[in-house]
């Protein structure tokens, strides 16, 4: 049985203050060295995740903008990436049509705002802030309504056909699409060769539908000890001890100690 990894990364692979993750790259090469498929899966941009592989030095495949792109080649242009996301300004026209104002006045979408606040928000700068901002198929926005409000905005929205997603910092307004949009076709794709075990990485809520769709589900605490609450996740888990990055590489050894044990796996 091979596996496959999927990870999120800010906060689940990356450190959630600094976004490194050098104490645990090489670690990382040799996974991939040993024939597990990595392939990382966040809500950053296509230009963000190319950013990412160039910093890991490998060319993997990702998926992007919270599942709405899957780049299968990553040498290749975005024109062989499958793509299940809607564009950003049809996503923007359904959301003015069909959020009533009360509503949109607690909602500002990062497009709107200051490099300043964006900063402020993202935790980014300079170029990496640049990639986060073009997106295509994803709007970004903060949310400052109740709780009640909030519900009500993702009822509007889910009855529009959009979705709403809390990432680490901000919310994510897209198509019907999620992380784990492309683990069913991860799966398919492998459907007439020997079975594959999907381990998945993360840490917030936009995490879940891919953890859950995972064999073995990964969770990585915050630094502040936080963590998503073990009975949202339905399939078998590992709970990190520390966060990111060490404590993906925690969980990655533990996940791939419990593989052995599930299956005939062919690693290292
Ligand atoms: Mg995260």
Not at 218 to 230: A, E, N, R, V
Request: with cysteine; hydrophobic share 45%.
């Amino acid at each position: 049985m091979d596996i496959i990894i999927v990870t999120d990364l800010d906060g689940t692979l990356l450190d959630a203050n600094d976004f490194t993750f050098d104490v645990i790259h090489k670690d990382i090469i040799e996974l991939i060295e040993n024939g597990i498929e990595f392939i990382p899966v966040s809500s950053k941009t296509r230009m963000e995740m190319m950013s990412f592989c160039s910093e890991l030095g490998v060319k993997t495949p990702f998926i992007y903008e919270n599942g709405a792109g899957f780049s299968i080649n990553a040498e290749a242009s975005n024109k062989t990436d499958i793509i299940v996301g809607m564009a950003v300004d049809e996503l923007v026209e359904i959301w003015n049509k069909v959020i009533p104002d009360e509503l949109k006045a607690s909602c500002e979408f990062l497009s709107n705002q200051s490099l300043d606040d964006c900063n402020a928000i993202l935790g980014l700068s300079g170029e990496p802030l640049r990639l986060a901002l073009e997106r295509s198929y994803t709007a970004l926005f903060t949310f400052n309504g109740n709780e009640t409000a909030l519900a009500a905005l993702y009822h509007h929205a889910e009855s529009a056909g959009l979705r709403l997603q809390k990432g680490g910092r901000v919310f994510c307004l897209s198509g019907m699409h999620n992380k784990a949009s492309f683990i069913e076709f991860l799966r398919q794709q492998n459907d007439r060769q020997p079975k594959k075990l999907i381990i998945a990485f993360g840490d917030a809520s936009n995490d879940i539908p891919m953890l859950n769709a995972a064999d073995i589900a990964c969770i990585i605490p915050s630094p502040t000890g936080s963590q998503l609450p073990p009975e949202v996740i339905t399939t078998t888990k590992i709970t990190a001890s520390q966060p990111a990055p060490m404590g993906w590489i925690e969980s990655a050894e533990a996940a791939l100690a419990l593989a052995s044990d599930i299956g005939d796996v062919n690693y290292g």
